[in-house]
């Protein structure tokens, strides 16, 4: 027997389609379908754990005839209960991702990375792969912390440093 909570997960995914769902040649009318989930669904939230046979029977008459009429007598001569739930979910797949909008694609914007030289990039403290927004930044910070202008007391070695990555930074 089936249980009651995986029957009425499975209908409450078909209900939204019943509604949508319309074909010209269908026999019955889709407010009978809309009516009958209804009860059917009030009876499952009813009752807990095993479906009670004769609720199970109106489930399996109820999705029986319904896949008479959404699937063409063709697709399948003579279905049991589980292919008719199989088929089912099958198409509710196709539709729900008919319905879904689709998704747009994720464009990563990145960054050119510095082409300047090792060497000036160690002085910096920056690693080979620093993007150049990056190396502007720093090398911004780097002329106002060691040019000589602002900083009339530097040493001889800070100078020689300031002067070799200005250097290279002309290249």
């Not at 530097?154 to 100078?159: N, S, Y």
């Amino acid at each position: 027997m089936q249980q009651a909570t995986t029957a009425r997960a499975f209908l409450r995914r078909v209900y939204p389609w019943i509604g949508k769902a319309v074909h010209p040649r269908w026999t019955v009318r889709r407010s009978y379908y809309q009516t009958e989930m209804d009860a059917i669904l009030l009876a499952l939230g009813e009752s807990r754990g095993r479906l009670a046979p004769e609720l199970q029977l109106r489930l399996e008459g109820f999705l029986g005839r319904l896949h008479r009429e959404w699937f063409p007598p063709t697709w399948r001569n003579d279905p049991t209960y589980a292919e008719i739930v199989a088929d089912f979910r099958w198409w509710l797949g196709v539709a729900e991702r008919w319905g879904a909008p689709a998704p747009r694609p994720v464009r990563e914007r990145r960054e050119p990375l510095a082409e300047q030289p090792g060497r000036l990039l160690s002085l910096l403290g920056l690693p080979p792969n620093c993007t150049a927004g990056r190396f502007a930044t720093a090398w911004r910070r780097f002329l106002k912390r060691n040019h000589p202008d602002l900083n009339p007391d530097q040493t001889p070695e800070e100078r020689r440093r300031f002067a070799e990555a200005v250097a290279l930074w002309r290249r």
